[in-house]
């Protein structure tokens, strides 16, 4: 099986510009979480859509940041405009229907660059 | 909020040697998640641990929640140099989310 299939892998930009980061989660899964990693923040949860409805999205750090998820088997997350401290990877994890705090299955994530 | 802290932040051992990290929440956990993330890859869910004072093995891993729900350790007898990677809990409260720890770096000196 596939499993969470995360597009572009890398992502070089300049600031100022447009971001859209894409996620594919694993069919069947209907929880999706995208989160971000740095060194000195480590892994932290940016929003997460149950059943392609946001329920919490008090992890994104700003107006720039943006997600959505128009359907089971795809969501995207927009900084608009970039700025060099968003450099991260980016995460997204999806997790199967069922009791709550199921296990989440990350994809290879986006390293996000920004100049 | 809640928050999960993790220690130590750094672990370098030799080869054979032990190797335990720690995870303490500042609220109830109704249960924790153990990941690991190898060098340049991504978390993968390693065990999730429910009940109060539940211990689980995964070979050479045992893994501990503590009786107040509230700690959680992950222990590593006899390390190979495969088990080099970061070593994260991840806790849940009452909300679905989970919040992870700030991980633990294990170093397998061969």
């Known amino acids: 099986d596939a499993g969470v299939i995360q597009s572009p892998r890398h992502e070089v930009t300049e600031m100022g510009q447009e971001v859209t980061l894409r996620c594919k989660p694993i069919?069947?899964?209907?929880?999706l979480f995208w989160y971000r990693q740095t060194m000195m923040r480590g892994l932290e949860l940016l929003i997460y859509?149950?059943?392609?409805?946001?329920?919490?999205d008090s992890g994104m750090p700003e107006d720039r940041f943006s997600a959505k998820m128009p359907n089971a088997s795809f969501s995207t997350l927009k900084i608009q405009p970039s700025e060099p401290r968003d450099s991260a990877v980016y995460f997204c994890?999806?997790?199967?229907?069922?009791?709550?705090?199921?296990?989440?299955?990350f994809g290879s994530g986006t390293q996000l660059s920004v100049l | 909020g809640q928050q999960v802290m993790q220690i130590p932040q750094y672990q370098h051992v030799q080869e054979g040697e032990d190797f335990t990290t720690y995870c303490n929440s500042s609220?109830?956990?109704?249960?924790i998640q153990w990941y690991k993330q190898r060098p340049g890859g991504h978390p993968v869910f390693l065990i999730q641990?429910?009940?109060?004072?539940e211990v689980k093995k995964q070979k050479r891993l045992t893994f501990q929640f503590g009786e107040a729900k509230k700690n959680s350790s992950l222990h590593i007898t006899a390390t190979q140099t495969t088990d080099v990677g970061t070593y994260f809990c991840a806790g849940s409260g009452s909300a679905r989310q989970l919040t992870f720890g700030s991980g633990t770096q294990l170093t397998v000196l061969p």
């Open positions: 069919s069947g899964h209907n929880s």
């Open positions: 859509f149950n059943n392609n409805v946001p329920i919490d």
């Open positions: 641990l429910v009940k109060s004072g």
């Open positions: 609220t109830t956990l109704s249960n």
């Open positions: 994890a999806s997790s199967p229907p069922g009791a709550f705090n199921q296990k989440l299955f």
